[in-house]
């Protein structure tokens, strides 16, 4: 009798147990924003995304316009917008994402887009939060990141942004590309004389990219037994290779918050804040915050690269799953524009 005791006490136990943490799970996420399904309809298809909104809000509110980096993103990138969604609801501002072509119900193919085409799409979604009522027109800026850092200056020649953050921007294509290759390998182990193997066989394949080789050419020439790029991929990079943001970035009128992490691997930070620091003008427009045991996403060095530990993060603490620090500079940027 007392060894039945104990086991149904031990079940009872384990029965709480994992009813407490569904239900401490579900209120991690659960949100204090409301979120809206939205379309637009454009002459290149029909895009759809997300507006977070403010609850009980009832004034004009500011919009942050959110362009996504490299990747096949939807509006909410698998949720991890949110807890930054969240941040800004409750300082008085909306967020707009996009499903990036071909995610969600957005029409069309982002790997059929050039950075300006992202740039037209950024557009459009801007258009259309001004025609939205509860949207102050004056107040939209926008927040990017790592591959928006070529679409934001552009945009910002374009539009009378009130703001622009960005997150992990790299300045030119093929520059950020070696340093990536370079970075990531010698973080691997591999030799000096490896890391500039591999140099060696992508500037054959930039080399193919400068003279307008087809994608049959870069097949050839593909080394057998590694990842190759899909067709779709080929002709997506044919179309972007040659950016640089070095231009573009004296198309900055209005705050400019530059967010890098140290420990970034896929983009030179010294190129980047060299770059930002010499370009964007006025000195005082722009404001740079570099955080230490941080990587390209803004997440903690720590967790970076470890999907199982991410995953519980996100889980059980989504709203510090960002290095600490990251959110709260955001925060202060935009309260500091308000006064």
Do not use: C
Not at 250 to 262: I, R
């Amino acid at each position: 009798m007392l060894q039945r005791k104990r086991i149904w006490i031990s079940l009872l136990v384990f029965i709480l147990l994992i009813v407490g943490t569904g239900t401490y799970i579900v209120v991690q996420q659960d949100y204090s924003m409301v979120e809206q399904h939205i379309e637009i309809q454009t002459p290149q298809g029909k895009l759809t995304g997300t507006l977070s909104l403010p609850e009980n809000e009832s004034g004009k509110l500011g919009l942050v316009l959110f362009i996504h980096g490299d990747g096949p993103i939807d509006s909410t990138h698998s949720d991890g917008y949110k807890p930054l969604w969240e941040l800004l609801a409750s300082i008085g501002y909306a967020s707009l994402s996009l499903d990036k072509r071909g995610i969600g119900g957005s029409e069309g193919n982002w790997l059929n887009q050039s950075i300006d085409d992202r740039v037209v799409e950024a557009e459009q979604a801007i258009a259309w939060a001004k025609e939205q009522p509860m949207i102050d027109g004056s107040k939209i800026g926008v927040w990017g990141a790592s591959q928006a850092g070529w679409v934001i200056p552009k945009l910002a020649g374009k539009e009378n942004l009130a703001f622009s953050i960005l997150v992990s921007p790299a300045i030119n294509w093929l520059r950020q590309g070696e340093y990536n290759t370079r970075s990531q390998m010698a973080k691997d182990g591999f030799s000096a004389t490896e890391i500039q193997a591999q140099v060696d066989y992508d500037n054959k394949i930039n080399d193919v990219l400068k003279r307008h080789g087809s994608y049959e050419e870069y097949i050839r020439l593909a080394r057998q037994g590694e990842e190759q790029m899909i067709k779709d991929r080929w002709n997506f990079v044919s179309k972007n290779f040659t950016v640089d943001a070095t231009e573009d970035l004296h198309n900055f009128k209005t705050p400019v918050l530059l967010l890098l992490g140290e420990d970034d691997v896929n983009v030179d930070i010294k190129d980047t804040e060299r770059a930002y620091r010499q370009e964007v003008k006025p000195s005082y427009l722009l404001h740079k915050k570099i955080f230490q045991n941080t990587e390209h996403s803004m997440l903690p060095t720590s967790i970076a690269g470890s999907e199982w530990r991410i995953g519980l993060r996100f889980l059980f603490a989504p709203r510090s799953i960002t290095t600490a620090g990251y959110m709260d500079e955001i925060e202060q940027f935009l309260t500091k524009l308000a006064l």
